[in-house]
Nanobody
Framework: QVQLVESGGGLVQAGASLRLSCAAS????????MGWFRQAPEKERELLAA????????YYSDSVKGRFTISRDNAKNTVSLQMNNLKPEDAAVYYC???????????????WGQGTQVTVSS
């Protein structure tokens, strides 16, 4: 069983940056591709970014491509999401997730974090 704990959310103004981090414990972190999802009120949870087990492959949704960067450190069991030029529409609860596979594209999700709130004021 893998536990995922996110941190780094908060309230920022439009145009600002935030860095989200996710710490994993209880399993072999490098066995999983990792991803970041978000869910805004009354919207479906969407995959924003994902990274393969060794960092060789990444995926970004069109909504964040060029603004967000995902990275991982297998030695520290962490995955991060650097978010630049934040927009009001980026406001949501952000979730860290571990895939059932080490590889991309993202398939089924094996584990979820509890989520961290990101609020962007205009």
């Amino acid at each position: 069983q893998v536990q995922l704990v996110e941190s780094g959310g908060g309230l920022v103004q439009a145009g600002a940056s935030l860095r989200l981090s996710c710490a994993a414990s209880g399993g072999t972190f490098s066995r999983y591709a990792m991803g970041w999802f978000r869910q805004a009120p009354e919207k479906e949870r969407e995959l924003l970014a994902a990274i393969s087990w060794n960092g060789a492959s990444t995926y970004y949704s069109d909504s964040v491509k060029g603004r967000f960067t995902i990275s991982r450190d297998n030695a520290k069991n962490t995955v991060s999401l650097q978010m630049n030029n934040l927009k009001p529409e980026d406001a949501a609860v952000y979730y860290c997730a571990a895939s059932k596979s080490p590889f991309l594209p993202w398939g089924d999700t094996n584990y979820w974090g509890q989520g961290t709130q990101v609020t962007v004021s205009s």
